[in-house]
Each structure stands twice: as C-alpha cells, then as structure tokens.
C-alpha cells in the first residue's frame, strides 16, 4: 500500500480540502462525503459553483434544514447543505485555488 502524505490547502468546521504529493489528487472531504479529483475536475467542479442554474433553494422540500441543492452531472443526484454549509463549502473551495497557486509561486 502507498503511503500518501496529503498537504491540507484549506479547511473549515465541516471538513478540508488536501492535495496528496504522491499521487498528485486532491481529496475534497466534506461532512461525510469524499471526493478524489484531478486538478482539472477540481476546477470544473468549482465551475459548477458559479453556475446559477447549478445550485438552488429548495425550500422545504428536506425536513433536516438543508435547502441548498447543487445539481451534479449524474441524473437524480444533488449535494444538499444548509446556506451556512454552503457558505463554508464555497469559501473553501475558494481558499483551495488561492493555496494552489501559492504553491505554484513557491515552485519555481
């Protein structure tokens, strides 16, 4: 098994967003949901932050106080957060990009 050393760009009181220096992917841990991407899905996914059409308040339609819906690439499948986790989610997907292209300056 590969020992992986993950580098946390960003975090928050819901989960942290890492980058591994073994195999180059970035794991997107939030509540309890893991996303493993490429830096180019990690990118698309951001977009899809930005797309008005994407995300959208569903008002009642949960009974645990997420009204936040993002609509995903899959049929029938949403990410649902309270507008204070979405908050935090987008802030940190923010603070990611920031941290990534630190690292880039650094580099060189």
Known sequence: MTNHKLLVLSSCAYGYIGKCQCCEKYNLVFNNQLFIFS????????????????????????????????????????LMFTPKELEHFRNMLDDTFVMIEVNKVLQY
């Open 39 to 78: 830096e180019d899905d990690l990118k698309q996914f951001r977009r899809m932050f930005e797309d008005e059409d994407t995300i959208f308040d569903a008002g009642d339609l949960c009974c645990n106080g997420r009204t936040m819906f993002m609509r995903t690439p899959m049929n029938n499948f949403y």
